[in-house]
């Protein structure tokens, strides 16, 4: 038995069921576990990751407020809190092969299906300190790998070794300033990872969206794909701040700019916008290259969007 010491660890359990938020407390409690905070709402659940008061996290898929997938998306693609390495084990009571593939999609740890005992959750919290999973980044997803091999024909994403807070405060391994540390320098490593893919997501995005256009054919379905692009244009350019790639924000949100002046008018764009998107995809593709020439290719392209800009703006002025 491991030598693990769980007072210090702060557990956040969510059901809708009060008797099952006082059986998990109670069963916690009697392992070791000494702070625990117990809700039936998402949003106390928010509340205390933007706080950063959460190590483990025991919740039902679905409270009356919200919906565990968000909440756990925006924890591990650090859009909620400052550790986007928290564990989660996820509780649910009749799983359906969608269900479950949304939920471990959205990055969680350990998914459960009810009615649970409380000797094989602490089980499974166990088996988290001993053995958390390493981390894999696409651009839809930040979480533990639970790939054994790669699929056939797809590109394998590199693991990280992330974090785990409940491993380092159950043993006692690390201060708190060190563990916020570890947590800060690997989750730059997973947000660079990120706009790396999302780079290449620009791209193919792109390289599906502009022939539409060009042949003619661009109908309603072309919508979904401006959103995707959009979005992925905007993450990208939110992420990049203080980061080493921080010279291309202008170039990204030239981007952006771009993509919204399309999707204002999705089967009337003008049509010099969708001639620029190819170029600007591809730029931001190899700004995460190691390239001489990026930061004056994005300094020319950004000046040819804001001159477009802002003739538009002339012309609607007048």
Do not use: W
């Not at 059901?15 to 709402?41: H, K, S, W």
């Not at 008061?53 to 919200?66: E, F, H, Q, S």
Request: glycine fraction near 6%; proline fraction near 6%; aromatic fraction near 6%.
């Amino acid at each position: 038995m491991d030598n693990y010491s769980f007072e210090n660890i702060r557990v956040l359990v969510g059901d809708p069921n009060r008797e099952v938020r006082d059986a998990i407390r109670g069963g916690l409690y009697g392992q070791g576990f000494r702070y625990i905070m117990v809700t039936d709402r998402m949003s106390v659940i928010e509340t205390a990751v933007a706080a950063n008061k959460v190590d483990l996290m025991v919740c039902d898929t679905v409270l009356p407020d919200g919906d565990l997938y968000d909440v756990v998306y925006k924890i591990r693609h650090n859009e909620l809190g400052d550790n986007p390495f928290i564990l989660v084990t996820a509780l649910i009571t009749a799983p359906t092969p969608k269900m479950v593939k949304k939920i471990f999609d959205s990055g969680c740890d350990d998914l459960i299906p009810k009615p649970i005992s409380t000797g094989l959750l602490f089980e499974r919290v166990l088996n988290l300190a001993r053995n958390r999973k390493p981390f894999v980044v696409t651009s839809d997803y930040i979480g533990p790998n639970r790939r054994a091999t790669p699929q056939p024909g797809t590109q394998q994403n590199p693991e990280i070794e992330v974090p785990n807070p409940l491993r380092a405060k159950a043993t006692d391994d690390t201060s708190a300033g060190d563990l916020q540390a570890e947590i800060d320098k690997v989750a730059n490593v997973l947000n660079e990872q990120k706009m790396e893919r999302h780079a290449y997501q620009i791209n193919n995005l792109v390289e599906r969206i502009v022939p539409l256009y060009e042949d003619g054919t661009a109908d309603e379905t072309i919508v979904p794909r401006l959103d995707r692009l959009l979005y992925v244009s905007e993450d990208i350019s939110r992420r990049l701040e203080g980061t080493r790639y921080d010279h291309v924000g202008e170039l990204c949100q030239s981007m952006v700019n771009v993509v919204r002046a399309v999707r204002r008018a999705p089967l009337s764009p003008d049509r010099k916008d969708i001639a620029l998107m190819p170029a600007l995809a591809q730029a931001v593709m190899c700004a995460f290259r190691p390239q001489a020439d990026v930061v004056a290719l994005s300094r020319d392209i950004s000046a040819t969007v804001e001159g477009r800009t802002a003739k538009d703006a002339h012309r609607q002025a007048a």
